[in-house]
Each structure stands twice: as structure tokens, then as C-alpha cells.
């Protein structure tokens, strides 16, 4: 006898749950533990090494100033002719960087991950560090001062009264009609 829904038997033993592959791992998930990797690596490869104990925001600053070098963003330096200009007409010399919002997604990626991996308190991770939010802060109004076009932050909309109305209520006609 069979616990499927269809009366079929499986084909071949069933598996208990702890013998069956992990599933397989979303995006984000894939990508937080490939991040989590390569820090680990990076302080790894530090001299002398360091554990993870006794990382600090300082090796995460580290980490991101190191990043840079592989990045694809050109930034514009201040004597650049095509400093403040979104469309450059021609090419430079200017480094390429990390984009802002690449940085900005590794470290919520890295935060969660300290976390997950056995970091201690949220008050101790150093991906949550104010340097970091500072940091990130002066990467992004650096790039948008390059480009000449500022960052705007997006607002969130607010929900109209009309809206709030619209959710289910008792009081609400569509709530005694779906029940």
C-alpha cells in the first residue's frame, strides 16, 4: 500500500527523507554560499590567516576594496574629461570598479550567511557594521557623481485609505462571499 495520492507504487524502495539529495538550491542560495566561500577563502589567504571569530568590519572593508579589482563599472576619476557624464563619447583610462548595487547585494547576501553559519549575535556581524552602511554610502554617491546622474532613493508608496479597505474583513462584503 502506498501513501501516493494516485494508489500507485513507486518505482524502486522508497528513500527516507534523510538519505534523499538536498534539494536543489535557489538562486539567491547558490549565490550567498558561493559569497560565503570566497570570503572564507580571502581570510584564509590573509597573512597570517584569519578565523572567523575574530573577523572584524575592517576585514570586510578588505574584502570589498579587494573586489574592486575584478570589477566591470567604469568610474570616472575627478580629472577625467568625461567626469559627470552618463554617456562618455569615447574611451579612458579611468579604473573599472564594483557597482554599488553589486556591493550593496554582497553584503546582504554575507550578512545573512554570517548568521547562518554560526556568526553569534546580529550586534557582532561585521557585514552589519555602520562602517559598511558607510562605506557603501560614499561607493554609490561616488559612482552616481562619476556618471553626473544622482542617486534617488525609491520611496515607497503609501497605501491609500481606499486600499486599506480592501483587505479581508469580516466587515468586508468580498470576505462573506468567499466564506
Not at 575592517?58 to 552618463?86: A, E, I, M
Not at 553559519?117 to 546580529?122: I, Q
Amino acid at each position: 500500500m502506498s501513501n501516493d495520492p494516485g494508489g500507485q507504487e513507486a518505482a524502486g524502495p522508497s528513500r527516507s527523507a534523510e538519505q534523499q539529495p538536498p534539494a536543489q538550491l535557489s538562486r539567491y542560495e547558490s549565490q550567498k554560499r558561493r559569497d560565503w566561500n570566497t570570503f572564507g577563502q580571502y581570510l584564509r589567504n590573509q597573512r597570517p590567516p584569519v578565523a572567523l571569530p575574530q573577523c572584524n568590519y575592517t576585514h570586510v572593508l578588505d574584502f570589498l576594496r579587494y573586489l574592486d579589482q575584478f570589477g566591470k563599472t567604469k568610474v570616472h576619476v575627478q580629472g577625467c574629461v568625461f567626469f559627470g557624464q552618463p554617456e562618455p563619447a569615447g574611451p579612458c583610462s579611468c579604473p573599472l570598479r564594483q557597482a554599488w548595487g553589486s556591493l550593496d547585494a554582497l553584503i546582504g547576501r554575507l550578512r545573512a550567511a554570517y548568521e547562518e553559519n554560526g556568526g553569534g549575535a546580529a550586534e557582532t556581524n561585521p557585514f552589519a557594521n555602520g562602517a559598511i552602511r558607510v562605506y557603501l554610502r560614499e561607493v554609490r554617491d561616488s559612482q552616481a557623481k562619476a556618471r553626473g546622474i544622482p542617486y534617488k532613493k525609491k520611496k515607497k508608496k503609501k497605501r491609500k485609505a481606499s486600499d486599506q479597505g480592501s483587505t479581508l474583513h469580516p466587515s468586508n462584503s468580498t470576505f462573506h462571499q468567499m466564506h
